[in-house]
């Protein structure tokens, strides 16, 4: 299958500051990405809809200015997390899509 | 509305026995299905998906999965599981076609094998 990076693969930061987040498909040109949110032993949450050249589609309930998408190249979409809170903290997981997701392996932040 | 049912949260199963996962799905349209694994500190991983065309489908790491339309089901099967398979597994149903497909995620099932 397709593979697709992510990095940091694990963050710490301190409350208010902002982190952003790689995701790359490395061997095909992701028009479309995806970017998911999981909490401990629970399934993935869709946070927002990626497409290259254009601006991102949000779920209902994410902040957009919080949580900002960029996808700015066929291979690379960035997720930023503005002005980060203990609450932010969470596992985020991008997948980019070839008509199937092919997922990144997740980065882990921790907001103290 | 959408939605996709893993009934069973955890299960356990003796390394060599078969395992079967269900997943049953609500879905307005022809669905498009979908089963991952992810295992700790991996991504998820494709396991296999069906779109059309034979309903019995295989995929990787000697999985395969049914369609069945009639009981809105797509079940998981293994006939003999190897500790390696311990892992917590997703089904999913995908909306909209192509690049654009949203998927719809079941809660997933953690799956322990024993020795």
């Known amino acids: 299958g397709a593979v697709v990076s992510q990095h940091p693969s694990r963050v710490i930061c301190k409350s208010g500051t902002s982190v952003k987040i790689e995701c790359r498909s490395l061997?095909?040109?992701?028009?479309?990405m995806f970017w998911y949110r999981q909490f401990p032993k629970q399934s993935l949450m869709l946070m927002a809809t990626s497409n290259e050249g254009s601006k991102a589609t949000y779920e209902q309930g994410v902040e957009k200015d919080k949580f900002l998408i960029n996808h700015a190249s066929l291979t690379l979409s960035t997720l930023t997390v503005t002005s980060a809170h203990p609450e932010d903290s969470s596992f985020y997981i991008c997948?980019?899509?070839?008509?199937?997701?092919?997922f990144g392996p997740g980065t882990r932040l921790l907001v103290l | 509305a959408q939605s996709v049912t893993q009934p069973d949260i955890h299960i356990t199963v003796s390394e060599g026995a078969s395992l079967e996962l269900r997943c049953n799905y609500s879905?307005?349209?022809?669905?498009?299905l979908f089963w991952y694994v992810q295992s700790p500190g991996q991504g998820l991983q494709l396991l296999l998906k069906y779109f059309s065309g034979d309903t019995l489908v295989q995929g990787i790491k000697g999985f395969e999965a049914e369609f069945k339309r009639s009981q809105s089901s797509f079940n998981l099967r293994k006939p003999s599981v190897h500790w390696s398979d311990a892992a917590e597994y997703f089904c999913?149903?995908?909306?909209?076609?192509?690049?654009?497909?949203?998927?719809?995620w079941g809660l997933g099932t953690s799956l322990a094998v024993n020795p």
């Open positions: 061997d095909f040109q992701a028009t479309t």
């Open positions: 997948s980019a899509s070839g008509g199937v997701q092919y």
């Open positions: 879905y307005g349209a022809t669905p498009y």
């Open positions: 999913a149903v995908g909306k909209n076609a192509g690049n654009n497909r949203k998927l719809i």
